[in-house]
């Protein structure tokens, strides 16, 4: 069973800025244990259906009269057909930068008790369902406007969630940070993802030697730098095909192949199909 990054493989615009992203979650067939790696943080909003998600000391289950934020990080996630053999999902991700700006600006401190958990249960009350239904997968723009707009839309729900859960919710706010906070290694290969970047160079760049970037590489993200940076450029290559920005003679090139052979290789392993089978109908094609 491969792995599904997300919110990066549901990412069909790789311009658009995704530290704030919304996604409609449709499907009518049941998912039982999928690996999801997060990058981001996820507010779960579950309208119709069930879920259940696996971490690896403990789990939990909702249901549509439930929310749960989810911490960024690998779980197993079932999700299950309910009424009408659907299953219904407002996704809202968000980046542990975005928390950090947040709680900076309110001057949010941890309080006394500390209970570590990577979810947070939201029992759905009137505010959270009007608020679950102003929701809009379509605000994804390069637009300020729309940008501002998610950015409030952010704002609001933490604000409430805080009124609704005080100190509780605040120290789970502060959890989501705290990885953030203390591996500035991470930090600054997310920053770095999109540079196309062989890992000699990489490493040089962090001033150590390859084995030492390696090495502390894979503590970080428990798989070697090769194999995630190469999943982040057939992911990207991916929704370059998808979204018809490119024509497909230049994507390897964009994306780091210097081959065509090799990236047309490397993409029929991961995605079972020719790059060209993704383009776009009526983009560019050649």
């Given at each position: 069973m491969?792995?599904?990054n997300?919110p ?9 800025p ?14 039982i244990?999928?690996?999801v790696n997060l ?5 779960s909003f579950?309208?119709?259906g069930?879920?259940?998600?696996h ?14 934020l ?11 057909i ?9 996704l809202?991700?968000?980046s ?10 309110n ?17 759905n ?5 009007d ?10 723009s ?6 501002d707009f998610?950015?409030?839309?952010f704002?609001?729900i ?15 706010l ?6 953030y906070?203390k ?17 000699e160079?990489?490493a ?7 084995s ?10 428990a798989i ?6 190469q999943?982040?450029?057939l ?8 979204n018809?920005?490119m024509?497909?003679?230049d ?9 065509a ?16 089978k993704?383009i776009?109908?009526g983009?560019?094609?050649?």
């Amino acid at each position: 069973m491969s792995i599904q990054n997300i919110p990066e493989s549901l990412i069909f615009d790789a311009s658009i800025p995704s530290d704030l992203f919304i996604y409609d979650l449709k499907m009518t067939q049941d998912v039982i244990n999928s690996k999801v790696n997060l990058g981001l943080n996820m507010f779960s909003f579950l309208q119709i259906g069930h879920k259940k998600v696996h971490f690896a000391d403990t789990s939990v289950a909702v249901n549509e009269n439930q929310s749960v934020l989810i911490k960024n990080g690998n779980c197993l996630m079932t999700e299950l057909i309910g009424k009408d053999k659907e299953y219904y999902c407002k996704l809202f991700f968000f980046s542990s930068k975005k928390v950090r700006q947040f709680l900076d600006t309110n001057n949010y401190k941890r309080g006394s008790e500390y209970n570590e958990k990577p979810y947070f249960i939201i029992e759905n009350d009137s505010f959270i369902t009007d608020y679950i239904s102003s929701l809009s997968s379509k605000l994804h723009s390069k637009n300020k406007e729309q940008q501002d707009f998610l950015q409030l839309k952010f704002e609001e729900i933490i604000h409430y969630l805080i009124h609704k859960y005080n100190q509780k919710f605040i120290d789970f706010l502060l959890q989501l940070i705290s990885e953030y906070d203390k591996s500035p290694f991470k930090n600054k290969i997310e920053t770095n993802s999109n540079l196309n970047l062989k890992v000699e160079q990489l490493a040089f760049l962090f001033n150590m030697s390859i084995s030492t970037f390696k090495r502390t590489f894979e503590n970080e993200y428990a798989i070697s730098p090769g194999k995630w940076f190469q999943e982040k450029r057939l992911l990207k290559a991916k929704r370059l095909l998808e979204n018809g920005t490119m024509k497909c003679i230049d994507v390897h090139l964009e994306c780091g192949y210097e081959s065509a052979s090799n990236f047309s290789n490397a993409y029929k392993k991961r995605f079972g199909k020719s790059p060209k089978k993704d383009i776009k109908i009526g983009s560019l094609s050649n």
